[in-house]
């Protein structure tokens, strides 16, 4: 029967769209019933567990190093989905099936598109080329942990979180040779961003990504050294690309109350035009009325001098010819 057919196809579709309006809006009961769910794995699986396992002769040396931080995974890109959504419902029974690992739910199950759109930018960037252990989503994204900055609002957050990811590569010799055969493939980045003064300071406000891509658009489209940006001032000016990256899930008033507007991105002195400190700007527009008012009253006081002196004069001549 046809109709049979239809409800066959379009059935699977409709659940698992619901299993996603689900997982996005977060009604109270909804999230008490994940939360009981989850706390059935977070039994074993986290430091509490660990400390208190719920049934003896568990290994726990392997347990350790197989724990879920949950305050983590609640601000995470996953937060409200159950852990079987991915892990599948075999892994609630224990002892857990020998394919445990093999059967978690790989990225493009959810995010087929997604998958798709982001491979052929890995693809295009510095991280496409051979190497031992090509980039996968997990080289960079932990499922448990992490959020996209549009659902972080701090820009420093952000920051601290994306470039973690970046660091944690690039300034550890071993995680280089894991993927690419060889510890020195790189130059450690604080040596080769010495040219960026408090590059530190840098590494902790913005993101690597705001050099290294040429949109935000595209955040796996990384860009090598030769393209990457070195101007001061793209980001130190009045119009700094960071208000419509880093900065542009802050509202406006956010910025201006304790981020961006006030801050030392704006305010620094050494780059041209770029005070844009409200007290500063106060100071400087009192300033400019006081040098205005000073020409103005020097202009007058000239001139009814001037005005005072002629007086003087032709009273003088009127004198000397009466
Ligand atoms: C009774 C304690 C316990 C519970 C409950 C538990 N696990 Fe485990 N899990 C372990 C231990 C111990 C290991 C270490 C390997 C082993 O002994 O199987 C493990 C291993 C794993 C692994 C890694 C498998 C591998 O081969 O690397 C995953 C993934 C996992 N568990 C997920 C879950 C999920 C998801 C849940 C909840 C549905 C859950 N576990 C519930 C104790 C538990
Ligand atoms: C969005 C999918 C997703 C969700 C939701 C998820 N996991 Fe995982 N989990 C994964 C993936 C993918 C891996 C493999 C990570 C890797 O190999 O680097 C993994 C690995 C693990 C491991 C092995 C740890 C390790 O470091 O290799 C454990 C244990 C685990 N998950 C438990 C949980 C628990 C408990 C929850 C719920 C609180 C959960 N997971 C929710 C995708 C998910
Ligand atoms: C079982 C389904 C499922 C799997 C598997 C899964 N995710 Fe997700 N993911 C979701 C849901 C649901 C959301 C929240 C809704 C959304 O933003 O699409 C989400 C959100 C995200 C987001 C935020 C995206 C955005 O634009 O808002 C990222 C990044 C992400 N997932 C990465 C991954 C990665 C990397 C993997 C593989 C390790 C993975 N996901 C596996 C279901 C899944
Ligand atoms: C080189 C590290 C790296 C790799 C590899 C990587 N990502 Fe990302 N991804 C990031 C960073 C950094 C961000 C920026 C997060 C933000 O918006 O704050 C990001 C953002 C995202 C976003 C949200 C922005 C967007 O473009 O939609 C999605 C979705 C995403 N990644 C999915 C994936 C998937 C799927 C894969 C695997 C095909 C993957 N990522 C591989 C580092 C990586
Ligand atoms: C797991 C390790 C790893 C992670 C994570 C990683 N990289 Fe890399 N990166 C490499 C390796 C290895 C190369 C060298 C590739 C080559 O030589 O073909 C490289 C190359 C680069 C280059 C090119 C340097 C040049 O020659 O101009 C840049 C830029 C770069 N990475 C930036 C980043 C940024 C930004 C992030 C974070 C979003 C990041 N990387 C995350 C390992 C990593
Ligand atoms: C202010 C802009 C800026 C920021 C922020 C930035 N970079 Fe760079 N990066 C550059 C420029 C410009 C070069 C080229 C420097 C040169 O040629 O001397 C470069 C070079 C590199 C190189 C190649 C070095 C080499 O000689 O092999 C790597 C790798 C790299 N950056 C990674 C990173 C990582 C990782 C981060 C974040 C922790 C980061 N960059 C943050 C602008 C930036
Ligand atoms: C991608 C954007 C970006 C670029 C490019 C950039 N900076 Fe910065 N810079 C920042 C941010 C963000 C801060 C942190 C401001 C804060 O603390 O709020 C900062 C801080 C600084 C500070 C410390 C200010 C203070 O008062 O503590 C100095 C100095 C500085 N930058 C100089 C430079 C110079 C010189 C260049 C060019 C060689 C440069 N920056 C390029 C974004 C950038």
Redesign the pocket.
């Known amino acids: 029967m046809p109709q049979q057919k239809f409800w066959k196809l379009v059935l699977p579709a409709l659940l698992l769209l619901a299993g996603a309006v689900q997982a996005a809006e977060s009604s109270p009961e909804l999230l008490a019933k994940v939360a009981k769910a989850n706390a059935e794995c977070l039994a074993c699986h986290s430091a509490a567990g660990l400390k208190a396992p719920p049934r003896a002769g568990l290994d726990l040396a392997k347990l350790g190093k197989l724990l879920v931080d949950d305050a983590h995974f609640d601000a995470s890109n996953h937060t409200g989905m159950e852990c079987t959504q991915c892990h599948g419902k075999n892994v609630s029974a224990y002892p857990h099936p020998a394919d445990t690992r093999e059967s978690i739910a790989p990225?493009e199950q959810c995010?087929a598109a997604?998958?798709m759109r982001?491979?052929k930018q890995?693809a295009g960037s510095v991280?496409g080329g051979e190497m031992q252990e090509p980039?996968?989503?997990l080289?960079?994204?932990n499922p448990h942990r992490g959020a996209?900055?549009?659902r972080l609002k701090d820009a420093r957050t952000?920051a601290a979180q994306?470039n973690k990811?970046c660091l944690d590569c690039h300034q550890s010799g071993r995680e280089m040779a894991r993927v690419s055969g060889d510890a020195k493939a790189r130059p450690d980045v604080d040596e080769t961003h010495a040219w960026l003064p408090n590059t530190r300071l840098h590494w902790k406000a913005v993101r690597c990504?705001e050099c290294h891509t040429a949109s935000d658009?595209k955040?796996?489209e990384?860009v090598d050294k030769d393209k990457a940006e070195r101007k001061c001032a793209t980001c130190h000016s009045a119009d700094s690309v960071l208000q419509t990256r880093l900065y542009r899930h802050q509202a406006v008033a956010e910025q201006e109350r304790l981020g961006f507007l006030n801050s030392a991105v704006l305010s620094s002195a050494y780059v041209v035009g770029a005070t844009r400190h409200p007290l500063l700007d106060k100071a400087l527009i009192g300033m400019a009325l006081l040098t205005v008012l000073g020409i103005l009253g020097h202009g007058t006081l000239r001139i009814l001098m001037a005005l005072w002196r002629r007086k003087q004069k032709t009273a003088g001549k009127g004198n000397g010819h009466d």
């Open positions: 990225c995010h997604k998958v982001v491979e890995i991280h980039f996968t989503c080289t960079c994204h996209i900055a549009s952000a994306d990811i990504l658009k955040p796996h990384i």
